[in-house]
């Protein structure tokens, strides 16, 4: 708005109701005090957003969340708000002492599913044919599948079926487990609640920290580091 001649007036409405247009704006589930590392990313309330150099491999932007997975809270989402230049958005999980410059799933002690190529990614920096790309408006999901109880695994369960084991354990129907490090765990991914796939690997001492990695400018994504809980 201008004032382009000497004597204009502005008449200011009352009782004017102001809407905030922006959701980041009002996000206020999530906080620093859940996260264990923030490299090069922008966290507002459950919103991620790049904030890196985005001009080499090694200009990773990595999220780590506090807590990490165990039996009664395995399972995490991130929807793609804004894929950036190239979408180089990674949900998976990483042990504590992970490298900051590394995307999920590059460095052993990983594994993540990554947006761009659809590829899985397990300690290497080689990926394999996994499942689908992801875009714009896409849910991606990442859980573990605990080895409690043991005659119990992924490969033929539903997403809906993983949602009732959640809920058994919350109800003390099945048995709960600690962190160890010494067994191994089934690993799956989901894209818009559906099942993409499972893959089994050794859970490091101190357990998996829920992961996202971003590469390039203007990536942005929302968290929620419970979505089988309220």
Same mark, same amino acid.
């Given at each position: 708005?201008?004032?382009?001649?000497?004597?204009?007036?502005?008449?200011?409405?009352?009782?004017?109701?102001?809407?905030?247009?922006?959701?980041?704006?009002?996000?206020?589930?999530? !906080?620093?005090?859940?996260?264990?590392?923030?490299?090069?990313?922008?966290?507002?309330?459950?919103?991620?957003?790049?904030?890196?150099?985005?001009?080499?491999?090694?200009?990773? !932007?990595?999220?780590?969340?506090?807590?990490?997975?165990?039996?009664?809270?395995?399972?995490?989402?991130?929807?793609?708000?804004?894929?950036?230049?190239? %979408?180089?958005?990674?949900?998976?999980?990483?042990?504590?002492?992970?490298?900051?410059?590394?995307?999920?799933?590059?460095?052993?002690? /990983?594994?993540?599913?990554?947006?761009?190529? !659809?590829?899985?990614?397990? !300690?290497?920096?080689?990926?394999?044919?996994?499942?689908?790309?992801?875009?714009?408006?896409?849910?991606?999901? %990442?859980?573990?599948?605990?080895?409690?109880?043991?005659?119990?695994?992924?490969?033929?369960? /539903?997403?809906?079926?993983?949602?009732?084991?959640?809920?058994?354990?919350?109800?003390?129907?099945?048995?709960?487990?600690?962190?160890?490090? /010494?067994?191994?765990?089934?690993?799956?991914?989901?894209?818009?609640?559906?099942?993409?796939?499972?893959?089994?690997?050794?859970?490091?001492?101190?357990?998996?920290?829920?992961?996202?990695?971003?590469? /390039?400018?203007?990536?942005?994504?929302?968290?929620?580091?419970?979505?089988?809980?309220?």
């Amino acid at each position: 708005m201008n004032l382009e001649n000497k004597g204009d007036k502005v008449e200011m409405e009352e009782n004017v109701n102001f809407v905030i247009q922006d959701e980041t704006l009002m996000m206020v589930d999530s !906080g620093e005090e859940d996260w264990y590392c923030l490299h090069d990313v922008t966290l507002n309330g459950q919103i991620l957003e790049y904030h890196g150099q985005g001009t080499s491999i090694l200009d990773v !932007g990595l999220a780590q969340a506090k807590q990490p997975l165990n039996t009664t809270s395995h399972y995490f989402e991130i929807e793609i708000l804004d894929p950036g230049e190239n %979408c180089f958005i990674a949900i998976g999980l990483t042990e504590k002492d992970y490298p900051k410059n590394r995307l999920p799933g590059w460095d052993k002690g /990983s594994i993540a599913y990554h947006a761009d190529d !659809g590829k899985v990614f397990i !300690g290497c920096g080689v990926g394999e044919k996994f499942g689908p790309k992801c875009y714009k408006g896409d849910t991606m999901g %990442c859980g573990i599948s605990f080895p409690v109880p043991l005659n119990q695994r992924t490969h033929n369960l /539903s997403f809906e079926d993983l949602r009732r084991q959640h809920e058994a354990r919350n109800e003390g129907t099945l048995q709960d487990g600690n962190i160890d490090g /010494s067994e191994f765990v089934e690993v799956f991914f989901t894209k818009n609640g559906t099942m993409v796939g499972v893959r089994r690997v050794v859970l490091p001492y101190g357990g998996f920290l829920p992961s996202i990695g971003m590469l /390039s400018f203007h990536e942005k994504v929302k968290v929620n580091l419970k979505p089988l809980t309220g």
